[in-house]
């Protein structure tokens, strides 16, 4: 499963994105969690010291293209990649590193560090002096939407991915890379305002949506979500002195959690599984949206017609897995 969490900014996505990575590898399966926001705080609430932190990917592109396009021959150069661009045969695919040993791949080897509850850890990398006043954040995103685009993920195995603030996703195809989408929504205007506008864009592409209410502190809040978000308020986490302690740098066990907060991440983990893993949808809007950035700007960027990467025999899903080598 490729979980994704949303919301808007200071609603607590980057908190629950750790807490229910930590809660998902404690029942034994392999979990990667990328930090994909803007504003990089995801190590930190995973426990891994800042000089701790993986290298960037969004910094090190030109090397991820030039491996995951192996010897497709319909990529001409890793410089005509672009953050859409999609596996053929001849790409190097990925899986994920099993839960109790190394990588073997110079992906999960290169850009992750295992924290001390166990995820592994990926980073998109903050804003360098180089990219101040001349980029925007969608280029470092961009390695995450490559990564996920060329992942073969299996039962028992979790990406959870801290994407930016608010609907910035919808900037890409990004959005639609998810089995499920977790919205965390905080019992206010502002926090349902967000979650009206993901849904509405989210509308005509199949992506599975469930609001988790956070910073709860009583049935009028859960009221008030339920009355804004209907049948999409999956469950609700209430305000946390735990998460509080943590946030101030003192210890922290997912222990710790009052007991209403762990259920809720067993909630949350039990609706991810529920979902049906569809790599024809994945496949079909992997293409739609590379064809789409192609026309867009992707060509005129390049120099070619990258509608051209397009493999039409190339089957997403694991009974296609011709990984690294």
Request: aromatic residues 8%.
């Amino acid at each position: 499963m490729r979980v994704a969490f949303v919301g808007k900014g200071g609603s607590g996505k980057t908190t629950l994105s750790a807490l229910f990575a930590r809660h998902t590898a404690r029942q034994g399966g392999p979990v990667v969690a990328v930090d994909a926001d803007i504003n990089q705080h995801l190590g930190m609430v995973l426990g891994v010291e800042e000089h701790a932190l993986p290298r960037p990917m969004g910094s090190h592109l030109a090397e991820i293209k030039e491996f995951l396009r192996g010897e497709n021959p319909r990529i001409t150069s890793a410089a005509a990649m672009v953050k859409t661009t999609p596996p053929g045969r001849g790409s190097r695919l990925l899986r994920l590193p099993s839960a109790d040993g190394p990588a073997d791949d110079p992906i999960h080897t290169g850009f992750s560090v295992t924290t001390p509850d166990g995820p592994r850890l990926m980073v998109t990398g903050p804003f360098s002096e180089e990219d101040l006043g001349v980029a925007c954040y969608h280029s470092k995103v961009g390695a995450v939407e490559l990564y996920l685009n060329h992942l073969v993920d299996g039962p028992g195995e979790y990406v959870v991915v801290d994407m930016t603030a608010g609907a910035d996703s919808f900037a890409s195809g990004l959005f639609t890379r998810f089995d499920m989408t977790f919205l965390v929504a905080e019992p206010t205007r502002q926090g349902v305002g967000v979650y009206r506008q993901y849904r509405e864009y989210a509308a005509d592409y199949d992506v599975p949506l469930a609001v988790v209410g956070n910073k709860v502190h009583g049935p009028g809040d859960v009221a008030f979500l339920r009355e804004h978000v209907g049948d999409d308020l999956l469950v609700c986490l209430e305000h946390s002195a735990a998460v509080r302690a943590m946030e101030q740098g003192r210890p922290f066990a997912l222990d710790d959690l009052e007991p209403a907060n762990l259920r809720a991440l067993g909630t949350l983990l039990a609706h991810a599984d529920a979902q049906e893993k569809d790599w024809e949808r994945f496949g079909r809007q992997t293409v739609e949206f590379h064809l789409r950035n192609a026309r867009a700007w992707a060509n005129r960027a390049v120099g070619e017609d990258l509608a051209a990467q397009v493999d039409p025999e190339f089957a997403f899903g694991p009974t296609r897995v011709s990984l690294h080598g």
